[in-house]
Antibody
Framework: QVQLQESGPGMVKPSETLSLTCTVSGGSLRNNYWSWIRQPPGKGLEWIGYVYSSGSTNYNPSLKSRVTISLGTSRNQFFLTMRSVTAADTAVYYC?????????WGPGTPVTVSS | EIVLTQSPATLSLSPGDRATLSCRASQSVNSGYLAWYQQKPGQAPRLLIYGVSARATGVPDRFSGSGSGTDFTLTISGLEPEDFAVYYCQQYSGSPWTFGQGTKVEI
């Protein structure tokens, strides 16, 4: 059973860059889609984008100009980089195995954007 | 973008009741690419249903999904205490993948 774990800073200042890591254990990144999904406090879920095991990506147009999702080079990891964050980016960020439907999720990591 | 609208926003029921949750899409969801998730407070969502009606591993058979085109339903036949949660639908027919706003099933 694959397991995912998010990691990164819990707080980021406005206009700065948010960087998160997802570490996958119990399986390989091979031949699958890996997404980042977020949930603002008290609100619903928003798909940010995915990276396929080949390195190809697809992003939500609403975030595409600020987001990069990439694969790690030597470990079972993939990454989220979000530039120029604002308070509206405050959320719990989840990574997930996501071949269309997200069948494995990390526990989530809360990120607060505040000065 | 395919917009998913879930109704009702809140469903107030008792253990043992049957719950019927609706998810309506702004355009046709092709090939049945629709999933349902359950989320409890402080937890990550859990996949319940994919491909409209296929139950994920370990999901009890009291959960069932149905529908086609633009109208989809999640039915919970005989609510158990652990089923009180928020439920989301999600389509993966078109990009961007989108979620509904959720239905809260409460006691």
């Amino acid at each position: 059973q694959v397991q995912l774990q998010e990691s990164g800073p819990g707080m980021v200042k406005p206009s700065e860059t948010l960087s998160l890591t997802c570490t996958v254990s119990g399986g390989s990144l091979r031949n699958n889609y890996w997404s980042w999904i977020r949930q603002p406090p008290g609100k619903g879920l928003e798909w940010i984008g995915y990276v396929y095991s080949s390195g190809s990506t697809n992003y939500n147009p609403s975030l595409k100009s600020r987001v990069t999702i990439s694969l790690g080079t030597s470990r079972n990891q993939f990454f989220l980089t979000m530039r120029s964050v604002t308070a509206a980016d405050t959320a719990v960020y989840y990574c997930a195995r996501h071949p269309g439907y997200a069948d494995s999720w990390g526990p989530g990591t809360p990120v607060t954007v505040s000065s | 973008e395919i917009v998913l609208t879930q109704s009702p926003a809140t469903l107030s029921l008792s253990p043992g009741d049957r719950a019927t949750l609706s998810c309506r899409a702004s355009q046709s969801v092709n090939s049945g690419y629709l999933a349902w998730y359950q989320q409890k407070p402080g937890q990550a969502p859990r996949l319940l249903i994919y491909g409209v009606s296929a139950r994920a591993t370990g999901v009890p058979d009291r959960f069932s999904g149905s529908g086609s085109g633009t109208d989809f339903t999640l039915t919970i036949s005989g609510l158990e205490p652990e089923d009180f949660a928020v439920y989301y639908c999600q389509q993966y027919s078109g990009s961007p993948w989108t979620f509904g706003q959720g239905t809260k099933v409460e006691i």
